[in-house]
Nanobody
């Protein structure tokens, strides 16, 4: 499966953005999906995940209550709605897909998109 992330940009603190990740190839509903992010000089960190059906979600503590992950299996797209953004949310955001059993952040994610830059100004 190929993943294409979009929707990043520059936003002021307190603002909102919605990231999208469109998939092609493979059977979309067979994959658990997730968002990760990587800030400059830091490692890639888990942000949020969603199960194949969308019935289960998982979030990093740093984004709980502010970010929402969702998916539309008909459109083969996963979304990340980001509200109340903070400068610490500045990073490149990556979407990922995995066909193993869903385990939130612990799912094995085999496929990665190219990343989209999110910059939050103070």
């Amino acid at each position: 499966v190929q993943l294409q992330a979009s929707g990043g940009g520059l936003v002021q603190a307190g603002g909102s953005l919605r990231l999208s990740c469109a998939a092609s190839g493979g059977t979309f509903s067979n994959y658990a999906l997730a968002w990760f992010r990587q800030a400059p000089g830091k490692g890639r960190l888990f942000v949020a995940a969603i199960s194949r059906s969308g019935g289960r979600t998982s979030y990093a503590d740093s984004v709980k209550g502010r970010f929402t992950i969702s998916r539309d299996n008909a459109k083969k797209t996963v979304y990340l709605q980001m509200n109340s953004l903070k400068p610490d949310d500045t990073a490149v955001y990556y979407c990922a897909a995995g066909s193993s059993s869903y385990n939130g952040a612990g799912t094995r994610y085999d496929y990665w998109g190219q990343g989209t830059q999110v910059t939050v100004s103070s």
